[in-house]
């Protein structure tokens, strides 16, 4: 059964998340993507893992679904049919001192059961405060939390979040380490994934040969249900936790289809650079400047590329052996308001998304199988135009940096110049 996943996500417990990230939020917009399986996000918190635990029953093994089925309303028919699934996911924030050094490391933890996931979260209740935020700081050490995790249950996933973003991940250049050996010791050897981040995809990974044996999953890391499934996993596998679980241990492209991707320049640090200053570097240019900022002296914040080429072992385009295939995607409210030339919050995008959703079934089904012909009929040809090169990686991406997003269009600015004069015509 082929299956796209989004393990990586917060409840409205976590800090800067909406409201509406609640189950039947999560519900809806899962259909309106084409998500099946879903994590829950932050079942640490708990009152959010009260409402898990109220609100969801076991449907696979290891996999549960609303208990109400609450049809999402203006979606198209059939869609009550395809439930989404529930895998129990927390993201857990380690801060640490090791090696004489200060350490940020955020880690996923995936549980098979809601019995798993209490004892975890009894352990960890008595280590901080479990009621302060979705994903709770813990002055605890990652390898500590493996061990902890791992105790209570074998069927337990640890994952590396983020792994490349400067400031809270397993190789940060803030506050990371060189390898998974060095963070996780004895225990690296339990360490199967990492998640890739927005700003790194799988081919910046693949130059590092330590990693041939880690899978690479991607995940969108959202606080709004609008953004579930920005990045995802492509299974075909049976529909359990035990099935997606070992597919992503094995690596067998088989099972383990490929993941969706942002382009990673369009990751808020893919690039170097101050943000205060407005300075952004490639690691080329950083490497001029000595790491240091040219308008106020300050340090540069290094950005994932130049860290994955400072720990790479291999040069661009090195692909080993059995390596999960990539897709990078934009999401299609971003090609429609490129396409027709007007700003993402438009009247004109939302209509015109809701228009795709009717006809076409979900967001992934018109981004990465719709044919030109068979989207030139249920929309403008701009946008079909939009669909395919995104597609083909036909886009222009002005790199982000230190904390902000970089700029992508489909459409170069005398396209959407031509775009925007043929509309005001019409």
Request: charged residues 25%; hydrophobic residues 35%.
């Amino acid at each position: 059964m082929k299956i796209i996943a989004d393990f990586h996500l917060h409840s409205k417990f976590s800090r800067a998340t909406s409201p509406s990230m609640d189950l039947d939020g999560l519900d809806k917009w899962a259909k309106i993507k084409g998500i099946k399986v879903l994590g829950t996000g932050d079942f640490t918190h708990p009152v959010w893992f009260k409402t898990l635990k109220e609100k969801l029953i076991l449907s696979e093994p290891g996999l549960f679904r609303l208990k109400d089925k609450n049809i999402a309303e203006n979606l198209p028919q059939g869609f009550s049919d395809n439930e989404t699934r529930f895998i129990l996911t927390s993201e857990i924030s380690c801060i640490y001192s090791k090696n004489q050094k200060v350490r940020k490391i955020h880690i996923i933890v995936f549980a098979p059961s809601f019995e798993a996931a209490e004892k975890i979260n009894i352990q960890l209740g008595w280590i901080g405060n479990l009621k302060s935020d979705g994903r709770p700081i813990l002055g605890l050490d990652a390898k500590e939390l493996a061990k902890i995790v791992l105790d209570i249950s074998k069927d337990c996933l640890v994952v590396p979040a983020h792994a490349w973003t400067p400031w809270f991940s397993v190789f940060g250049s803030k506050s990371g380490f060189d390898s998974i050996e060095e963070c996780f010791e004895e225990y690296s050897k339990y360490i199967y994934a990492i998640e890739t981040g927005l700003s790194s995809d799988p081919a910046m990974n693949w130059r590092l040969s330590q990693l041939d044996k880690i899978a690479l999953i991607s995940n969108s890391d959202s606080h709004s249900p609008q953004k579930i499934g920005r990045e995802a996993n492509v299974f075909d596998t049976d529909l359990n936790y035990n099935s997606i679980i070992e597919a992503i241990k094995q690596k067998d492209p088989k099972k383990f289809l490929y993941t969706v991707e942002f382009f990673p320049e369009e990751g808020k640090y893919h690039f170097d650079g101050h943000r205060a200053c407005g300075v952004k570097t490639s690691p080329k240019e950083s490497k001029k400047y000595n790491n240091i900022c040219p308008v106020c002296v300050k340090p540069l914040t290094i950005g994932v590329l130049n860290r994955v080429e400072e720990l790479a072992d291999r040069p661009e385009g090195v692909k080993p052996e059995n390596a999960v295939p990539f897709k990078n995607l934009i999401s299609l409210d971003k090609i429609i308001a490129d396409s027709l030339g007007v700003s993402l919050a438009s009247k004109k995008v939302q209509e015109e998304y809701k228009n795709l959703i009717l006809k076409a079934g979900n967001e992934f089904e018109i981004l990465l199988n719709s044919s030109y012909n068979a989207l030139e009929e249920i929309t403008f040809p701009e946008i079909a135009e939009g669909i395919i090169r995104v597609r083909e990686g036909k886009v222009y991406i002005d790199p982000g940096y230190d904390g902000v997003y970089g700029k992508i269009s489909i459409f170069s600015k005398s396209e959407q110049k031509e775009i925007i004069k043929q509309k005001t015509l019409f």
